[in-house]
T-cell receptor, first 109, second 125 residues
C-alpha cells in the first residue's frame, strides 16, 4: 500500500509563510491534492493536480510537486482564519484507490 | 450548484448494519468523469477513504473493510448508498460523501472537489 507522510503540526506567525509537506514514494509522478478542514466542518479542496486552485480559493494558497520526495502546500501571508488541519491526497494507480496523508495541524501564533 | 448530503441513523448498535445515503444535486451520476466516494473520520483522527462508485458502476473498497462494505447507486434518485455490516465501537466516526472528479485530459488524476457536511455515526449499545 502507498503511504503519505505529513508533519503532525506546523506553527507560523500571522503574515508569514507556512509550508506543509507531503512525502511519499515517487510522489513527483503522482497528482497531489490538498484539503483544508476547520474544526467541526467538512474538508474543502484548496489545491488539485499539484498546483491548481479551485475558484474561490485565495491565491495565497499554492502547491508544488517538483521535489524528489515531497509535495508542498504553501500558504503566503498567513491569516488567523487559515488555522486548520490540512490533508494531502493522491490517487494510487497500482490499487486504483485514493490515499490520504495523516494531516497537519496549522497553528497561527 | 453542486451539493451532496448524507443521511443515516442517529445511533447504531454493535453488530448492526449501517446504511448511509448520499443524495447529490447539481451533477449527474451518469457523468463519465465523476464518481462518488465515502470517507470517514473518527473523532480526532485523520480522513480514511472507504469506497467509491463511478458512472459505469466501477467500484472499489478499502482493503481492510472490503468484506463489510457494499456500495450502490440509484441514478434516477441521484443517490449513492453505502452499507457496512457488523458495526463496532471503533467504527464511530463522521461519515462523508464526496464527489470524485477527474482532471481534464488525465486518466488518473482524481480528486474530491465537493463534500457533504458529514453525518456523525456513534456506535453504542
Amino acid at each position: 500500500s502507498y503511504v503519505l507522510t505529513q508533519p503532525p503540526s506546523v506553527s507560523v506567525a500571522p503574515g508569514e509563510t507556512a509550508t506543509v509537506t507531503c512525502g511519499g514514494d515517487n510522489i513527483r509522478g503522482k497528482s497531489v491534492s490538498w484539503y483544508q478542514q476547520k474544526p467541526g466542518q467538512a474538508p474543502v479542496l484548496v489545491i488539485y493536480y499539484d498546483i491548481d486552485r479551485p475558484s474561490g480559493i485565495p491565491d495565497r494558497f499554492s502547491g508544488s510537486n517538483s521535489g524528489s520526495t515531497a509535495a508542498t502546500l504553501t500558504i503566503s501571508r498567513v491569516e488567523a482564519g487559515d488555522e486548520a488541519d490540512y490533508y494531502c491526497q493522491v490517487w494510487y494507480s497500482s490499487s486504483d484507490q485514493p490515499v490520504f496523508g495523516g494531516g497537519t495541524k496549522l497553528t497561527v501564533l | 450548484q453542486v451539493t451532496l448530503k448524507e443521511s443515516g441513523p442517529v445511533l447504531v448498535k454493535p453488530t448492526e448494519t449501517l446504511t448511509l445515503t448520499c443524495t447529490v444535486s447539481g451533477f449527474s451520476l451518469t457523468n463519465s468523469r465523476m464518481g462518488v466516494s465515502w470517507i470517514r473520520q473518527p473523532p480526532g483522527k485523520a480522513l480514511e477513504w472507504l469506497a467509491y462508485i463511478f458512472s459505469d458502476d466501477k467500484k472499489s473498497f478499502r482493503a481492510s473493510l472490503k468484506s463489510r462494505l457494499t456500495i450502490s447507486k440509484d441514478t434516477s434518485r441521484s443517490q449513492v448508498v453505502l452499507t457496512m455490516t457488523n458495526m463496532e465501537p471503533v467504527d464511530t466516526a463522521t461519515y462523508y460523501c464526496a464527489r470524485v472528479n477527474l482532471y481534464p485530459g488525465s486518466s488518473w488524476a482524481y480528486y474530491f472537489d465537493y463534500w457533504g457536511q458529514g453525518t456523525v455515526v456513534p456506535i453504542s449499545s
